[in-house]
């Protein structure tokens, strides 16, 4: 599962030039799915990606399983985004009415369908597990309030997941998994810097998922087994932020370059084998399957011209969705393994023993 989010344009010009050699024997193989000025956002356990292309004077979702890319429709609205799939082919997404409202629909079988908003919100769906459930955030419409996230069953029923425990809070729901577990961000609607914190909320418990000793921090995408990444803010820094994984209670920092340097990393998607795909300012797009970041872009044949920069979810096949770049253009593109192999769950960390031992980094 993973999230739709943005990278700060501050650092988009850095995270271009981070585009290591790739190896003599490449590892992935890069397919386009949709034309240029597109996105990818998801990816399910049959390869299917699914995101957004600018699209004559608006924006549109699109699936593309193989066969090609499927434009999807605004329903009416200006605009359409598909933002995730799950693994029974129902693709989430939001449009965008001609007043401005964000709606939901989901597309299967051929037919798109709204499936409106939480009263009284503009309601921004972000994920669909294999049961149907989705998760949604709601915003006032034309106001400062901070955001309510909710569970939305498939018979259409709204449930709050509350917040964490603070003043005037924002929660904002990204992902969840099939237990209806999900992840994301709970703070305080505090100006400038939003001080969040990354949460988990299950069965109606919302838990703090800790730090590495500053905020803001937050969970992107979670698995079946409760793993979450995402990334988590570095003491004393103004930007600085690392890649993290939290597994069996702990907070993992997964960047392993020294403290002493800037650091900016993101974990976006991870698989149920515990592999997660992300991005990092000194790698571009990387993968992470238990030892160490990897650059993506060492994984590719170094004739294609492409620099893989962000990729957004990885299934349980290996096969990536990422945004690229090739010729001064971008793509959403997949990447497969050339020589598929066993996957298997990632070696515990040194010290990983139990969920109360707290935050650590990985050395």
Sequence with gaps: MRILFQVPLCLLGALCLAAPAARAHPEYRVTIVAGANSYAYDINNAGVVVGSIEYKDGVRGFVNRGKGMLLLGALGGVHSRAVAINNQGE???????????TRGFVYCAGVQRDIGVRPGY??????????????????????????RSFLRAPDGRYRDIGSLPFDDPLTDAYALNNSNTITGISGPLIFPGLPVRAMMWSKGIMRDLGDVGSEPNAGYAINNAGQITGYASVPDTLHDR??????????????????????????AGINNHGHIVGYSDHLAGFVYRGRKMQSLNAMIDPRSGWNIQFPRAINDSGQIAATAYRNGQQYAVRLDLIRPHLLQLPMPDDGEQGPDAGPQRQQ
Excluded at 242 to 267: H, N, Q
């Design 91 to 101: 693709v989430l997404g939001q449009w965008t009415t001609a007043t401005g409202l």
């Design 122 to 147: 503009d309601t921004f769906f972000t994920d669909i597990n294999d049961r149907g459930y989705m998760t949604a955030i709601g915003r006032k419409y034309d106001s400062f309030e901070g955001s």
């Design 242 to 267: 690392v890649a993290t994984l939290y597994s069996k209670g702990r907070l993992i920092d997964i960047d392993r370059r020294p403290a002493t340097v800037s650091r900016f990393s993101e974990g």
